[in-house]
């Protein structure tokens, strides 16, 4: 089993993402600057989280594509207490739920607007923050 990533001093004692199998494809796309989904070889249906079998053919045979990085707010949780101390200086923040333009839905953090401004259908872009070369974190920002 490889080694967990370092921890960056920006984020201590915050859990971070732990890329293995598809799931480390993924991480080390975004920690390159690039957000991409499997999209399905067979259908041609994209998704996320990854996996090996496509749900809509059963295809195993998929490439990874170039996300536009745009969608719209889903969902979101705002989180008032810190569970974690880590986290008790950017109280209240919230977290997102965002469909993409080509359809998968992808969680990351609300950057750049008061969680109370939040809205349904809320047009946001991707912003990639990366941890190491082998990880990066979600983030969202209005578009």
């Known amino acids: 089993?490889?080694?967990?990533?370092?921890?960056?001093?920006?984020?201590?004692?915050?859990?971070?993402?732990?890329?293995?199998?598809?799931?480390?494809?993924?991480?080390?796309?975004?920690?390159?600057?690039?957000?991409?989904?499997?999209?399905?070889?067979?259908?041609g249906r994209w998704r996320?989280?990854?996996?090996?079998?496509c749900a809509t053919c059963g295809s195993d045979r998929y490439t990874w594509v170039r996300s536009s990085g745009r969608g719209r707010v889903h969902t979101w949780t705002?989180?008032?207490?810190?569970?974690?101390?880590?986290?008790?200086?950017?109280?209240?923040?919230?977290?997102?739920?965002?469909?993409?333009?080509?359809?998968?839905?992808?969680?990351?953090n609300l950057r750049g607007l008061d969680p109370g401004e939040l809205a349904l259908d809320l047009p946001v872009v991707v912003e990639l923050?990366?941890?190491s070369e082998r990880i990066a974190l979600t983030h969202f920002r209005p578009a």
Do not use: I, K, S, W
Request: net charge negative.
């Open 1 to 43: 089993m490889a080694a967990d990533p370092p921890v960056p001093e920006t984020t201590p004692g915050r859990m971070v993402p732990r890329p293995e199998g598809l799931n480390a494809e993924f991480y080390a796309h975004c920690a390159r600057g690039e957000l991409r989904f499997q999209r399905c070889d067979g259908c």
């Open 78 to 108: 705002v989180t008032h207490r810190a569970a974690n101390p880590a986290f008790a200086g950017e109280v209240p923040y919230a977290v997102l739920v965002v469909e993409m333009e080509e359809g998968p839905r992808l969680v990351g």
């Open 129 to 131: 923050e990366p941890l």
């Open 48 to 53: 996320h989280p990854p996996r090996v079998l």
